[in-house]
C-alpha cells in the first residue's frame, strides 16, 4: 500500500523558513521521480517542484512562484523526500503533499495514489 506522511509544517512569519518532511512507502522509492505540491484554501491543488528518481544525475523543477527560494531533495536511502523553503510569503499559505510520478516528454505527472494527511503551512504576521 503506496504511503506519503508529510510533517514539518507551522505558523512563520514572512521571510522565514520551514524544511517539510515526507516519508514514503509501499513502493521502490529510488526508482520513482517525486514531488511537492500544495493546496492554498479553497483553491486547486498545484505542483511547486518536482525531481529525478537519482537528483545526482536528473533533473529539478519548480513552479516558478518559489524558484529561487525552495529546494527540493530525497535521501534514497531513507525513502524519504525533503522541501527547503526560504523567504517565505503569504501566498506560500497551504496544505503541503508529496506524491510520486513520471515524465513524459519533458512534462511531470502524478501517479494516482491516494494523498497522505499533508502538512499545514501558515505563512503570517
Known amino acids: 500500500q503506496v504511503q506519503f506522511v508529510e510533517s514539518g509544517g507551522g505558523l512563520v512569519q514572512p521571510g522565514g523558513s520551514l524544511r517539510l518532511t515526507c516519508e514514503a512507502s509501499g513502493f521502490t522509492f529510488s526508482g520513482s521521480a517525486m514531488s511537492w505540491y500544495r493546496q492554498p484554501l479553497g483553491k486547486e491543488r498545484e505542483l511547486v517542484a518536482d525531481i529525478t528518481s537519482r537528483a545526482s544525475t536528473g533533473r529539478i523543477n519548480y513552479a516558478d512562484s518559489v524558484k529561487g527560494r525552495f529546494t527540493i531533495s530525497r535521501d534514497n536511502d531513507k525513502n524519504t523526500l525533503y522541501l527547503q523553503m526560504t523567504n517565505l510569503k503569504r501566498d506560500d499559505t497551504g496544505v503541503y503533499y508529496c506524491?510520486?510520478?513520471?515524465?513524459?516528454?519533458?512534462?511531470?505527472?502524478?501517479?494516482?495514489?491516494?494523498w497522505g494527511q499533508g502538512t499545514q503551512v501558515t505563512v503570517s504576521s
Open positions: 506524491a510520486r510520478g513520471y515524465y513524459v516528454n519533458g512534462g511531470y505527472y502524478r501517479l494516482e495514489d491516494d
